[in-house]
């Protein structure tokens, strides 16, 4: 059975940082990009990041530029997602995806394989 498990979400304050992963089981991902969503109550998932199948290109959502990062260890079949200055507009459910295509890309469309998804809550 191919699915991908998220782990690393929590409670964490304003600030605060949370190192997300990803862990993908049943086949390989190594050679289809990847990305990080998130949702909130009430509205549609969004992309955070997406990262190429080699690692070489990233790309972010403008709220999360310079505060997070994507990263991936094809050895390990696992993809992380780094987020540091939380704030309390990035709680949400974040979910991983594997793409039908082996580049980066933010189109929700192109991903085909999610994970249950893990909470993120940032409050003080």
């Known amino acids: 059975q191919v699915q991908l498990v998220e782990a690393g979400g929590g409670l964490v304050q304003p600030g605060g940082s949370l190192r997300l992963s990803c862990a993908a089981s049943?086949?390989?991902?190594?050679?289809?990009?990847m990305g990080w969503f998130r949702k909130t109550p009430g509205k549609e998932r969004d992309t955070v990041a997406a990262i190429s199948w080699k690692g070489g290109r990233t790309y972010y959502a403008d709220s999360v530029k310079g505060r997070f990062t994507i990263s991936r260890d094809n050895a390990k079949n696992t993809v992380y997602l780094q987020m540091n200055s939380l704030i309390p507009e990035d709680t949400a459910v974040y979910y991983c995806a594997a793409s039908r295509l082996p580049i980066a890309t933010m189109n929700i469309e192109q991903y085909d394989t999610w994970g249950q998804g893990t909470q993120v809550t940032v409050s003080s």
């Open positions: 049943g086949r390989s991902f190594s050679g289809n990009g």
